[in-house]
C-alpha cells in the first residue's frame, strides 16, 4: 500500500511537470521543482546610479513579487564591466545568480580588452533581452540645423573641423559617432572625454559640436531646452522618444542601438531559464516599468533567448566593423 501510494505521488508530481513545460529528469528540479525558493542575485557590472543599475532595480522591483522572491542587485563595477561578467560567469548555474548584460560590457568591452576571457555567446545562457536604449543625435543649441539631412550637410561644409564628443575611446558614442558620420559622409574631429556625463556637457556649453549618445544620458538636457535632439538610432517605424524621428529615415539601414539583457552562467537549466523569463516578460508589461523606463529613454523588449543570441551575434559584428572604422586597437 505505501509503495502504490508513492507511486501515484510521482505520478501525479510528474503530470504536473508535463503541464508546466519542466523535465522531470533535470536534477535542479528533481531537488527543488518550486524555483525560486530564495532570493535571487542580479549582478550589475555597473556602478550605482548608472542606467544599467537604473533599469535593472526597475526590473528587480517588478519582477520580485512575481517570483515570490527579492531580486537583489549586486554592483559589481570595473574594467568596463568585465569584473561583474566574471563573477557571473563562474557563479553556480543554479539559477540564484543572474546578470543585467549591457552592450558595453558583454559585446564592447570584449572586444578592445585583451585581457577579457569570456566569451558572450559561447559563455553564458542567455535568458531575455531586457531594454532596448536608443542612442540619440544631440547638437549644441546654437548649431543652425533642425534635422538629419541639414546636419549632414552642415557637416560636410566644416570640411573636418566638426567636433564630435564621446564618452571615451571605444566608447558607445565614439563607435556610434564614428558609423554615424561614415554612412552619411563626412568628417568629424574625436573629442574625447572621460566619461558620458562629461562629454555630453562639452556640447552644452559649446565646446563641442555633437555627440550621438545612449539616451539616458541626454534627455534630460533635452527636455530642459540645453540640448537640440535630431534623431534616434533604433530602426525605422520605432517610436522610443515620442516625435523624435528614426536617423533611419535619413539613413536608411542605419541602426546603432544600446541593450540590456538577463544572462545566467553557462549550464543555467532550461527550466529556470523559461521561468525568469516568463515573469521577467509579464513585468516588462506593468505601467511601472514603461513609465520607469521612459523617464531614461529605454524601451521594455522581452525575448526568446535565441532570439537573444542572434541579436547579440549581430550586435558583435556590427560593433566590430565600427572598432575597425575608428581604428581602436584592442588593449
Same mark, same amino acid.
Given at each position: 500500500?505505501?509503495?502504490?501510494?508513492?507511486?501515484?505521488?510521482?505520478?501525479?508530481?510528474?503530470? *504536473?511537470?508535463?503541464?508546466?513545460?519542466?523535465?522531470?529528469?533535470?536534477?535542479? *528540479?528533481?531537488?527543488?521543482?518550486?524555483?525560486?525558493?530564495?532570493?535571487?542575485?542580479?549582478?550589475?557590472?555597473?556602478?550605482?546610479?548608472?542606467?544599467?543599475?537604473?533599469?535593472?532595480?526597475?526590473?528587480?522591483?517588478?519582477?520580485?513579487?512575481?517570483?515570490?522572491?527579492?531580486?537583489?542587485?549586486?554592483?559589481?563595477?570595473?574594467?568596463?564591466?568585465?569584473?561583474?561578467?566574471?563573477?557571473?560567469?563562474?557563479?553556480?548555474?543554479?539559477?540564484?545568480?543572474?546578470?543585467?548584460?549591457?552592450?558595453?560590457?558583454?559585446?564592447?568591452?570584449?572586444?578592445?580588452? &585583451?585581457?577579457?576571457?569570456?566569451?558572450?555567446?559561447?559563455?553564458?545562457?542567455?535568458?531575455?533581452?531586457?531594454?532596448?536604449?536608443?542612442?540619440?543625435? +544631440?547638437?549644441?543649441?546654437?548649431?543652425?540645423?533642425?534635422?538629419?539631412?541639414?546636419?549632414?550637410?552642415?557637416?560636410?561644409?566644416?570640411?573636418?573641423?566638426?567636433?564630435?564628443?564621446?564618452?571615451?575611446?571605444?566608447?558607445?558614442?565614439?563607435?556610434?559617432?564614428?558609423?554615424?558620420?561614415?554612412?552619411?559622409?563626412?568628417?568629424?574631429?574625436?573629442?574625447?572625454?572621460?566619461?558620458?556625463?562629461?562629454?555630453?556637457?562639452? +556640447?552644452?556649453?559649446?565646446?563641442?559640436? *555633437?555627440?550621438?549618445?545612449?539616451?539616458? +544620458?541626454?534627455?534630460?538636457?533635452? &527636455?530642459?531646452?540645453?540640448?537640440?535632439?535630431?534623431?534616434?538610432?533604433?530602426?525605422?517605424?520605432?517610436?522610443?522618444?515620442?516625435?523624435?524621428?528614426?536617423?533611419?529615415?535619413?539613413?536608411?539601414?542605419?541602426?546603432?542601438?544600446? *541593450?540590456?539583457?538577463?544572462?545566467?552562467?553557462?549550464?543555467?537549466?532550461?527550466?529556470?531559464?523559461?521561468?525568469?523569463?516568463?515573469?521577467?516578460?509579464?513585468?516588462?508589461?506593468?505601467?511601472?516599468?514603461?513609465?520607469?523606463?521612459?523617464?531614461?529613454?529605454?524601451?521594455?523588449?522581452?525575448?526568446?533567448?535565441?532570439?537573444?543570441?542572434?541579436?547579440?551575434?549581430?550586435?558583435?559584428?556590427?560593433?566590430?566593423?565600427?572598432?575597425?572604422?575608428?581604428?581602436?586597437?584592442?588593449?
Amino acid at each position: 500500500m505505501l509503495n502504490s501510494d508513492i507511486s501515484r505521488r510521482q505520478l501525479l508530481h510528474s503530470a *504536473w511537470l508535463g503541464a508546466t513545460g519542466l523535465s522531470v529528469h533535470n536534477p535542479l *528540479w528533481a531537488q527543488n521543482p518550486r524555483y525560486p525558493a530564495r532570493p535571487v542575485r542580479m549582478i550589475v557590472p555597473n556602478a550605482p546610479g548608472s542606467s544599467v543599475d537604473t533599469i535593472s532595480r526597475l526590473l528587480g522591483q517588478q519582477l520580485s513579487p512575481l517570483l515570490g522572491q527579492a531580486l537583489v542587485v549586486d554592483n559589481k563595477a570595473g574594467a568596463a564591466g568585465a569584473v561583474g561578467i566574471d563573477a557571473g560567469k563562474v557563479a553556480t548555474p543554479d539559477g540564484y545568480t543572474v546578470i543585467a548584460a549591457s552592450s558595453s560590457s558583454v559585446t564592447v568591452a570584449p572586444l578592445l580588452q &585583451k585581457a577579457i576571457s569570456y566569451d558572450p555567446l559561447k559563455d553564458f545562457e542567455l535568458i531575455s533581452l531586457v531594454a532596448l536604449l536608443p542612442n540619440v543625435l +544631440v547638437c549644441r543649441t546654437s548649431l543652425p540645423v533642425t534635422k538629419l539631412s541639414e546636419f549632414v550637410a552642415y557637416a560636410k561644409a566644416q570640411g573636418g573641423k566638426f567636433n564630435m564628443a564621446s564618452a571615451g575611446p571605444g566608447s558607445v558614442s565614439h563607435l556610434a559617432g564614428v558609423a554615424l558620420s561614415s554612412a552619411a559622409g563626412f568628417e568629424a574631429l574625436h573629442v574625447p572625454y572621460k566619461g558620458g556625463s562629461q562629454s555630453v556637457g562639452s +556640447v552644452v556649453s559649446g565646446e563641442t559640436d *555633437w555627440t550621438l549618445t545612449p539616451a539616458p +544620458v541626454a534627455m534630460a538636457l533635452v &527636455k530642459g531646452g540645453r540640448l537640440k535632439i535630431l534623431g534616434h538610432s533604433m530602426p525605422k517605424g520605432t517610436q522610443p522618444l515620442g516625435p523624435v524621428p528614426s536617423l533611419a529615415e535619413t539613413l536608411p539601414g542605419f541602426e546603432f542601438t544600446s *541593450w540590456i539583457g538577463l544572462m545566467g552562467p553557462k549550464g543555467l537549466s532550461a527550466e529556470v531559464s523559461d521561468v525568469l523569463r516568463r515573469q521577467l516578460a509579464q513585468a516588462l508589461q506593468s505601467k511601472e516599468i514603461k513609465d520607469g523606463f521612459a523617464i531614461h529613454g529605454a524601451v521594455p523588449h522581452s525575448s526568446t533567448g535565441e532570439a537573444f543570441r542572434e541579436f547579440l551575434a549581430r550586435d558583435i559584428e556590427q560593433t566590430r566593423k565600427a572598432i575597425r572604422l575608428a581604428g581602436v586597437q584592442a588593449e
